[in-house]
């Protein structure tokens, strides 16, 4: 048994979890953002069989897409501190996804 943790971009999440329902996996999703852009992004946890690992993962992958945007107004707090002057650019690549796939020594379901 295995624990899927899927970062997706918010306006990819709903394709993503609809092919994934669609094809039978049971999704359970979070409304999280990222940290550094403070951009919306929904959290995927999948529990599935170790046999289904892959086709979870690529349904995700085919339905997240990078896509480049302008750097966000909220952003511009860090590159005012001088953290992140070498990511001084007015486009930056968003989307896409972020997976985890975890072993899991117990599932109950009560």
């Known amino acids: 048994m295995k624990l899927i943790i899927a970062i997706v971009n918010s306006e990819d999440s709903q394709a993503v979890l609809n092919e994934l329902t669609r094809t039978g996996f049971a999704v359970t999703n979070l409304s999280t953002s990222g940290a550094f852009l403070r951009t919306k992004n929904v ?11 892959s086709q979870a993962v690529e349904i995700i992958s085919q339905f997240s897409s990078k896509r480049t945007q302008p750097m966000p107004k909220n952003a511009s707090a860090y590159l005012s501190e001088g953290f992140v002057d070498n990511f001084r650019k007015e486009e930056i690549t968003v989307g896409g996804a972020t997976v985890f796939v975890l072993s899991v020594d117990q599932f109950y379901k009560l």
């Open 43 to 53: 959290t995927l946890l999948l529990g599935t069989e170790d046999e289904k690992v």
